[in-house]
């Protein structure tokens, strides 16, 4: 009878111990959280800032109207980036899986110059918000793994 319940103790303490742990857990996951919750707050906050110094708006209805308005050279640009953009993607795609890759190096590398050139300033803008963008998503995307975590650390108890 006694070993019984020497056993029951020891098992009260080995949960007690492992609730310990879970509780210890979940605090370390809830400090997670609020760091990242700052820091997804910071992105979001640089981000708004990196959209109005890119333009005041932006979306899609300001970036055509200003390429509508930046006149035939702007919209050339863009036109050549998406073209050559296209083109040199192809080339490339033919270099690695045609048998005559060869003869599609030249030209997938000229085309791919062509289309950096036209890209110029404006692309780099929209290549940082479009990064900025995914860091974000990234972020939240983490968040929303935490959060998770927490809630099915708490459920387990």
Do not use: W
């Not at 103790?9 to 111990?17: A, F, I, N, P, V």
């Not at 708006?57 to 050339?76: C, F, P, S």
Request: glycine share 8%.
């Amino acid at each position: 009878m006694q070993t019984a319940s020497v056993r029951g103790d020891e098992y009260l303490e080995s949960e007690k111990q492992r609730i310990s742990e879970a509780e210890a857990s979940v605090s370390r996951l809830i400090n997670k959280v609020a760091k990242e919750t700052d820091s997804v707050q910071k992105a979001m906050e640089e981000l708004e800032l990196a959209k109005n110094e890119a333009g005041s708006g932006g979306g899609i209805e300001n970036t055509a109207l200003d390429l509508k308005q930046g006149g035939i050279v702007k919209q050339a640009a863009l036109v050549g980036l998406l073209l050559f953009g296209s083109r040199a993607f192809t080339e490339t795609i033919l270099v690695v899986g045609s048998p005559y890759g060869d003869e599609h190096f030249v030209p997938a590398v000229l085309q791919g110059a062509i289309a950096l050139a036209c890209a110029g300033k404006y692309s780099l803008v929209l290549l940082y918000e479009v990064i900025s963008c995914v860091e974000l998503v990234i972020r939240l995307l983490y968040l929303n793994f935490l959060l998770c975590l927490i809630v099915f650390a708490t459920h387990m108890h």
